[in-house]
């Protein structure tokens, strides 16, 4: 899997006139429309994205994402809020008692009012193939493997970009699945003379020459993304020794919910241990290096710190709106961060024969 410039040229993207910023709009959004342009800021306008699981960070996704523009926001989580979730910036004492989505949904259209915000009360198992394709994108955060896989599945079948997230403490991560083929534009910068005639060479005065013109060129790119399934069942024989010990961590969680159908407990040391060795046997893995950072990350499977929430929404925030308006680069497939050393990188985990 990977992402290569095709042949050069011009995209020409045609807006339809009624569709058109307003002037309002135009004002609001003028620090976007610099970066991104004209074009790309209609995208996120017209896109519909989807929220899967209130938490934090995705709270903090969807703060940015409304700030963005993106004209039209649903959020699912019927989880009543308790006095523990005040902690999230979407809700106040005045939540007690509400739905997660509920609480959600003013808090985010305070933000910005040109946008559309709805809740959505529907069980997650019941979401369907017909649900999904109403939307351009949908984010997850829930630990559930059952309702991440799903929700994966129903997007590729739909061609519906999916994004999964999730904070554990210090750690935190990011996963997208754009489909077989994501099309994208990138810019490039070229030279280029102003006068190509070179018949006149009688002029020997060099100080004469004018300056090279600069023009921007737009490059249509593609990118083929893995299934999440595909992704967490990767060999660890065949992965680099630099890789983030998360991924690790994830791929362990991912095996243990497909044995027992639930997520693992710290006071179950043995069933962890259990798990570890059918990972080390199945993947084929020398080392147990990883037992330290899955048990911390189990001890904090919904626990969630401030900043780091903060600074890994603002990425999958960023990382959304490039998916929308097709402008740039994306992140191709996983992000890892570790507050620890606060840092972050970037990984291609992909199935050996689609490398």
């Known amino acids: 899997m990977s992402s290569e410039p095709q042949q050069q040229r011009q995209i020409n993207i045609v807006e339809d006139e009624n569709n058109a910023l307003t002037d309002y709009e135009a ?7 610099r970066v991104w342009g004209v074009d790309a800021q209609n995208r996120l306008r017209r896109a519909r994205v989807l929220f899967v699981g209130i938490t934090g960070l995705s709270a903090e996704i969807a703060k940015n994402v409304a700030l963005a523009g993106v004209g039209n926001i649903t959020v699912i989580d ?3 809020v308790s006095e523990n979730d005040i902690g999230l910036f979407i809700n106040g004492d005045q939540s007690i008692g509400k739905t997660r989505s509920e609480a959600a949904i003013s808090a985010i259209q305070e933000l910005n009012p040109l946008i559309n915000v709805r809740a959505e009360s529907i069980e997650l198992d019941a979401i369907s193939g017909e649900f999904i394709k ?5 984010c997850v955060d829930s630990l559930d493997s059952a309702v991440q896989l799903r929700i994966n599945n129903l997007c590729r079948m739909d061609g519906v970009s999916f994004i999964l997230t999730h904070c554990f403490g210090l750690q935190g991560y990011f996963f997208s699945d754009l489909g077989n083929t994501f099309k994208y534009a990138i810019k490039k910068k070229t030279k280029v003379n102003k006068n190509n005639n070179n018949n006149n060479n009688n002029n020997n005065n060099n100080n004469n020459e004018e300056e090279p013109e600069e023009i921007e060129e737009l490059i249509e ?3 083929s993304f893995s299934s999440l399934n595909d992704a967490l069942s990767v060999q660890w024989s065949i992965l680099p ?6 991924y690790y961590v994830l791929s362990v969680l991912y095996q243990y919910q497909q044995g027992s159908n639930k997520l693992p407990s710290i006071n179950n040391v043995e069933a962890i241990n259990k798990v570890l060795e059918t990972c080390y046997e199945r993947y084929n893995a020398q080392t147990d290096r990883h037992s330290e950072l899955l048990k911390q990350c189990i001890k904090q499977l919904t626990g969630e710190i401030a900043p780091v929430c903060a600074i890994l929404g603002g990425i999958v925030g960023q990382e959304i709106v490039k998916i929308i308006s097709k402008d740039n680069e994306v992140i191709n497939n996983y992000l890892f961060f570790d507050g620890t050393k606060c840092s972050g990188v970037v990984e291609q985990i992909h199935p050996k024969h689609n490398n």
Not at 27 to 33: C, E, Q, S, T, V
Not at 134 to 138: A, I, K, S
Request: a positive charge; proline letters at 4%.
């Open 134 to 138: 109403g939307y351009t994108l949908v």
């Open 78 to 80: 019927n989880t009543i």
């Open 241 to 246: 020794n630099r890789l983030s010990p998360l």
């Open 221 to 223: 790119c593609k990118s």
């Open 27 to 33: 004002a609001l959004y003028d620090r976007g429309i």
